[in-house]
């Protein structure tokens, strides 16, 4: 643990979608700093909130049942907080086609919410959005950077996107200390395997630790995978950062997988499951977005971030954490 | 009026935000060329929606007062419709900080509602979205192509561009024929000149009639600013053309010009008005843009589309249009 993580001491801070995936997993990590933690989250069906997340730190955190889309109840949940880590969301790719407009309420309409909240009850607040490298669609040159062009490929990344630039212009026109970093691909233990709408990479998981045969779409495709641990690292950092006010840093992998070596590893340390490759069925090939890996050197160089925990051994502790909690996420 | 528009006589072509400055132009010319329009307005207070807009094509077009937020008046309204010429928006930059929700429900949700009702009651429809070359925001290099990175610097620009990207996804995922289109600063008759918060323009306009003195912040700042008419080109040439499904394109002016150059022009086409120059108010100084000039080579290339008409021959076509009908607009 860095020195500097000692300014986490006594901070008091907020955490939107703490029960979910990143959220609960950076509660832990705010806890151990000494933080006051203030965890909000709707627990919306299928969304990825679990207060079996938060198993371990229930005495050490308040949990407020709430849903970033109550206006009234931001306006109050957001005075006393020194940093506000953004994470409320609605990931699902596939659910944002079905319904649109429940992802525009809490990706957009949500977003602005709490920005007001702030604006007008807290407005020295920090506050870290969680956006995705989504956002960019296909990638027009590898790697992206924060340079490229952005053109979503589905309603979510339309949305999230704008949820994003919400926090640039609040920054930018009232000053406030607002900034976004842009996750990819992220794994590990609480992560969502319920179902396969939010992740296809958490219904791998579920699928090798039950034994059965993954069908693997393609599978030349290579991505960016971070593991959970680098991506709370990177809040952490950002959380104490005024460099980021403003502005949007993608995060990145130890190294670009392809989908077929990722569940090769998969299986093999989880030691069950097999796979197959098959075509694309038509509903996700339309959102497909083919190979994409970032260039994070803006984060490197601004805030001295990098991703440091490997494949293997990611996808070693996120098996190793499911065998051992599976009851709480099946 | 060139051959091909004759493809426009007998269609069914509604018109959302029909009665504003720029859907009434288009009403105008699209009645003349014998098709059966369908304007669609709220004619909410202050956005622009003018009747007396239509005074001339009263008994050739049906108006239907409704809101584009309402999802189910909108689901009836699109059926049968043969072109879809998309509007209706709130545009005011300084309304959009104001009172952010707002321009949200209507330039993102309503947007949704609109794609929704045509993808579930009329498929075939084909959709020319309204966009704006101020969701760049600030421009990166001169002139600006479609391929630059767009930060914008308010709500209503995040807002717009959402509803634009909106356009584009629903035509890659679910094949429907909806493109946009992205106008520059408009001017001619039946801009809104109630009130200074939609376009300063407009504003410049009433205050030269008005023999007052216009206050221009700095006056250096170059911009592009395109004639009404050359905008009702552009929209009918895209409305019968597939190149623009899934697809954005720049509009422009003949050439940049300098704010000063513009109001000394306008104030001397009018006889009337003097101005001076004076400092940037900080609200809007924080969401000016300096410079900025787009190239619309692409939409050349594509759809053969150029402006046409210079500043002095639009902005005396303006004044003149102003003179006459000064008591509906005041």
Redesign the interface.
Known sequence: MADHYDSYRGKRVLITGGAGFVGSNLAHRLVALGAGVLVVDSLVDDYGGNLFNLSGVDDQVRVNIADVRDQHGMNYLVRGQDIIFNLAGQVSHIDS?RD??TD?DIN??AQ??LL?ACRRNNPEVKVVYASTTQIYGKALSLPVTE?????????NG??T??GE??H??YS??YGMRAGSIRLTRTYGPRMLVRHNRQTALGWFVRQAIDDEQIQVFDGTQKRDYTYIDDVVEAFLIAGESEAINGRVFNLGGTRPVALLELIDTLTRVAGSGSYTVVPFPEERR??DIGDFYTDYSLISSTLGWRPTVELEDGLRQTVEYYHKFKAHYW
């Open positions: 086609m649109p407009h525009l957009c309409r602005l919410s007001e340079a490229m062009i952005r053109h979503p490929i589905d309603v339309i949305n996107m704008a630039e919400y640039t212009v930018n026109v339309r959102i």
